[in-house]
């Protein structure tokens, strides 16, 4: 079903000019004040939009497949179901729902809707009597923890959790935000979080393929593997990747947010990742998929759902995956294996989840960064996607992670929960190196010298808090209140080789690192590092809900200790600071929002280091701030965005005079983000975006490198994705997808610069039925012209990882 926003009374013409005239100017100046009382959002929208349809009558799939597109839902069925029956159309206005019990009307057959939103087709049981039971859809408001329906097309929904503020339609939200669903993760054959992300131009992935770890950048600004969010919580995803097996959405929230869900493990404020896991659907399954990745990864997933009990009021939910074999790089072999098992419970007052899962991956050869020496006159030109740089570096990783939630419906305008979970992860890795001075240089030689480097990180977190909703004259409000804590242990060990056994190579023609011998240990702890938090919001509602107000504050305390491997305290740390959030939505029309907001990042400060004149010092949490103003249009079949931001960073920085360390430097991104998704016409979605950016050094240590381009940040990134319906072989769809990036400064002085990139890829599927049972072919090409380029894997210290080569994925999927 199509959820909307509840009908509002049209506002008067003077009375739309003037809000459409005043807020607009008020949201691009970016210049507005909202009251400092604590707010959060209105009630979710129970009524469900109503449209016009016109489809005309043919076949009964052939109309379901139009209707469900024109629907803006996901509809499924067996082609068995539907074959040989006819249908006379639809004509009329109708809501999602009753638009499909129209159509399905004398057919015997019914639409269940799942948790998801999307419906299943199936035939309707016979009474007793020998009658068919007449199709019945049944409409039900979202509760707190179902998901927002998909949009037109299906490879986004119609919005998504913010942490706090609980879900929000992408309309009412004033932020920037995208939610990838389900279906466009098993149509892009996605393996990790990076191959969904990397959909948007405002997030780049700065590690490639087969790397140790999966980073990401988001307006310009690092967000790291740890910072990702699971179902809300920090600390519960890996520090290495994460595989999009156990994945139902990814929620994508562009610029700082602290406010809605306290500050990251690592600070990241350019923007937030949250992962949403899989839950057991109404109708049963079992799906197994095989897999192949060249050069001869194979592989296995199995996924099962099931419901048992009263009203289907138990659920479970099982993926298993196994991938064996060799890589596209030079001698590269990969054998990974995860275990993800979700419970849940749900009435119409309670819900309780629990959700765990356990990882492992063995690599040998992975695509390591490597840093370029100071001076050299230009870049080298990256090396082919199948070679090694450091052969012989090898990676094992495991992670194991429990989390449960709970929901209580006190009355219809009180909600209370409790969440929490523990993970732990470890890696071993050889962890080659090139020093500064022994850095690549212009030709691609370098010397390189062989380490052990082991970590593991130990993390327990958890979250309680409270939603109400209440009116007061005639002014809607949604309070929420909320308390976190995250704990982290972390260790390590790290053995380097003697210096003699340092070697001379070249990217273009590696030489084998020599392989470490010696006594390697268990790591030790070395530090721990606790973040607590509690935050106050409030969203005031007004106009006929076309005007949403937010503010709120989190009031984030930062504690650490480091130790040394006898296990005593070398330096301490305690300190706190507060995080605002302004926010504005204006609906001067049904379709139209315009947003603006105000709200600052959080990154833990750092400690003057030794050789500086304040060496010791502790300082305070620093603050990011960032301004966004922006316009989101809703077409009915796509969704166009344009939005300005401004994100300040504070840098550490020693003054050259007088050697003191602070964080008195600056970094300041601006951008303009454009983009569009959706259905653009029955049968062909499209996802388009650009990202313009102007990214400058505002302070610097002594004024070097003031006004500089950012290093790290590119000037522009563009995607474009398409996905299309043959219309004349039922069943078979096409995709390609371009990416851009531009030049990319690797260094503050702007002397050296990592070239642009586009890369394309392309695809097909194809839908049939084979004895009975439902299966789908895949077949995806990334990097379809074998493209060598560098990536950006930092905005700190830039360093360069190669890009993976053309990779060939297969899938064949059955539903049992």
């Known amino acids: 079903m199509h959820v909307a926003p509840a009908s509002r009374r049209p506002a008067s013409p003077a009375l739309q000019r003037t809000l459409y005239a005043s807020t607009l100017k008020a949201a691009l100046s970016a210049a507005f004040i909202v009251i400092p009382v604590l707010l959060a959002p209105t009630a979710a929208h129970a009524q469900a939009q109503t449209r016009g349809y016109d489809i005309p009558g043919g076949p009964l799939g052939d109309v379901l497949g139009r209707y469900g597109r024109e629907a803006g839902i996901v509809l499924s069925f067996r082609p068995e179901l539907t074959d040989g029956r006819q249908s006379n159309g639809l004509k009329g206005s109708y809501t999602a729902s009753s638009g499909l019990a129209a159509l399905l009307a004398g057919t015997g057959l019914q639409a269940a809707q799942q948790g998801s939103g999307s419906y299943v087709l199936s035939r309707q049981p016979a009474s007793n009597d020998g009658t068919a039971t007449l199709p019945a859809v049944t409409v039900t408001a979202t509760s707190h923890s179902e998901l927002p329906e998909a949009y037109a097309g299906g490879q986004v929904a119609r919005g998504g959790s913010l942490g706090v503020l609980g879900t929000v339609d992408i309309m009412d939200t004033p932020f920037s935000t995208t939610n990838y669903t389900a279906q466009m993760l098993e149509d892009q054959q996605a393996r990790t979080l990076a191959d969904v992300v990397v959909n948007e131009a405002s997030v780049r992935v700065m590690t490639s393929t087969g790397s140790f770890s999966e980073d990401f950048q988001i307006r310009g600004f690092n967000v790291t593997s740890g910072d990702v969010g699971l179902n809300g919580l920090y600390g519960l995803t890996s520090s290495n990747r994460m595989p999009a097996a156990l994945m139902e959405r990814v929620e994508v929230l562009k610029g700082p947010g602290t406010l809605m869900y306290g500050i990251s493990p690592n600070g990241a404020i350019g923007g937030n990742i949250n992962i949403v896991t899989k839950r057991a659907g109404d109708t049963p399954l ?439 319906d043959l219309p004349w072989v039922r069943g078979l769809s096409l995709n390609a997808r371009a990416i851009h990036t531009a030049a990319t400064p690797y260094d503050a002085e702007n002397t050296l610069t990592l070239p642009s990139w586009t890369r394309y890829d392309v695809g097909a599927r194809y839908r049939t039925e084979i004895m009975g049972k439902q299966v789908t072919f895949r077949a995806n090409v990334e990097n379809v012209f074998n493209k060598s380029y560098w990536l950006s894997s930092s905005t700190l210290l830039t360093v360069g990882t190669v890009a993976a080569p053309r990779t060939v994925l297969l899938s064949a999927q059955v539903e049992f």
């Not at 196994?322 to 590269?332: A, I, K, S, W």
């Not at 890696?427 to 052990?452: H, K, M």
């Not at 009116?471 to 804590?485: A, C, E, N, Q, Y």
């Open 286 to 724: 079992t799906r197994l998929t095989t897999t192949y990745e060249s050069k001869s990864v194979l592989g296995a997933q199995l996924d099962m759902g099931r419901r048992f009990g009263e009203d289907n009021q138990w659920g479970i939910r099982f993926n298993g995956v196994y991938r064996n074999g060799d890589t596209t790089l030079d001698n590269g072999k990969q054998k990974f294996g995860l275990g993800a098992l979700a419970l849940d419970y749900r009435s119409p007052t309670l819900r309780w989840s629990l959700d765990t899962y356990s990882q492992r991956e063995n690599v040998d050869n992975f695509r390591a960064q490597t840093g370029f020496k100071p001076g050299i006159s230009s870049i080298p030109a990256a090396p082919s996607g199948h070679r090694a740089i450091y052969d012989g570096a090898n990676l094992m990783s495991r992670d194991s992670a429990i989390a449960s939630r709970l929901e209580y419906d006190i009355s219809d305008r009180l909600m209370v929960y409790a969440a929490g979970g523990y993970r732990y992860g470890a890696s071993e890795q050889d962890f080659p190196s090139a020093r500064t001075t022994d850095a690549v240089d212009a030709l691609g030689n370098f010397r390189v010298i062989n380490s052990w480097y082991d970590a593991y990180s130990r993390n327990k977190t958890g979250e309680i808090g409270a939603r109400a909703n209440f009116d007061t004259f005639g002014i809607k409000h949604r309070v929420s209140l909320s308390g976190s804590i995250l704990k982290t242990e972390a260790g390590s060990f790290y053995l380097s080789a003697p210096l003699s056994q340092k070697i001379d190579s070249n990217i273009y023609d590696p030489v084998p690192l020599i392989p470490m011998t010696g006594d390697r240990q268990t790591p030790t702890k070395n530090s721990e590092t606790t973040l607590s938090s509690i935050s106050l919001t409030d969203t005031l509602s007004f106009a006929n809900d076309r005007v949403l107000i937010t503010g709120g504050l989190r009031k984030q305390q930062v504690k650490a200790e480091n130790f040394n491997a006898a296990g005593a305290v070398t330096t301490s740390y305690n300190e706190g600071a507060v995080s605002p959030l302004a926010g504005i939505v204006v609906r001067p029309w049904e379709n139209v929002s315009v947003y603006g907001n105000f709200t600052s990042g959080l990154t833990r400060g750092g400690t003057a280091p030794v050789g500086t004149a304040n060496v010791g010092e502790v300082f305070a949490p620093y603050k990011s701030k960032q301004y966004e103003a922006g316009v989101k249009v809703d077409w009915g079949t796509a969704i166009t965005t344009v939005s300005v931001f401004q994100i300040d960073r504070p840098n550490a920085m020693t003054n050259p005079v007088t050697n003191v360390y602070s964080f008195d430097g600056e970094q300041r991104n601006r951008g303009i983000e454009l983009s569009a998704v959706g259905e653009v016409t029955p049968g062909l979605r499209l996802m388009a975006s650009a990202t313009f950016y102007d990214a400058k050094l505002e302070r610097t240590a002594g004024g070097v490198n003031q006004g500089n381009n950012a290093n790290g940040v590119p000037k522009r990134t563009f995607n474009l994705g398409a996905d299309w």
